[in-house]
């Protein structure tokens, strides 16, 4: 059993970052081996990711999503547990994001699942500040 956690500031109002990552459809933008995803039925959201190894895979998760607390969580039924967390804040300067994570398929301290969420968070950040999709 793992947790991870990375968090980044980024130069964008917490309404309109919030706005941007709690749309299912851009989910593939930020999250980097994601390649689709789909809102379904209630809650669910399909979605269609590339392995390491370039293999992809397609699956059905969950995804909510708390305007009011600037929160979106999400996970997947099976046996790796899988599931984790956006929190969106204001900061002195433009807005916190942190993620976290919680799986059961590594150990703690897997480098490669640390490194998908810095990369994550950098990703946001590029989209936000350079390119202004936020």
């Given at each position: 059993m793992a947790d991870f956690s990375s968090t980044t500031t980024v130069?964008?109002?917490?309404?309109?970052l919030f706005a941007f990552l709690s749309d299912v459809g851009n989910l593939p933008r930020y999250f980097a081996r994601m390649k689709t995803a789909e809102p379904a039925e209630g809650n669910a959201v399909h979605t269609t990711a590339e392995l390491p190894d370039g293999s992809q895979v397609e699956g059905e998760a969950w995804f909510e999503v708390d305007q009011?607390?600037?929160?979106?969580?999400?996970g997947a039924e099976g046996s790796?547990?899988?599931?984790?967390?956006?929190?969106?804040?204001?900061?002195?300067?433009?807005s916190t994001v942190q993620?976290?994570?919680?799986?059961?398929?590594v150990e703690?301290?897997?480098?490669?699942?640390?490194?998908?969420?810095?990369?994550?968070?950098?990703?946001?950040?590029?989209?936000?500040?350079?390119?202004?999709?936020?």
């Open positions: 130069d964008a109002s917490p309404e309109d009011s607390a600037q929160h979106i969580s999400w790796n547990d899988y599931n984790g967390s956006l929190d969106v804040s204001a900061a002195e300067r433009g993620v976290t994570l919680h799986t059961n398929r703690s301290g897997d480098s490669e699942v640390q490194n998908g969420l810095d990369q994550t968070l950098d990703t946001i950040r590029t989209l936000v500040e350079d390119q202004g999709v936020a």
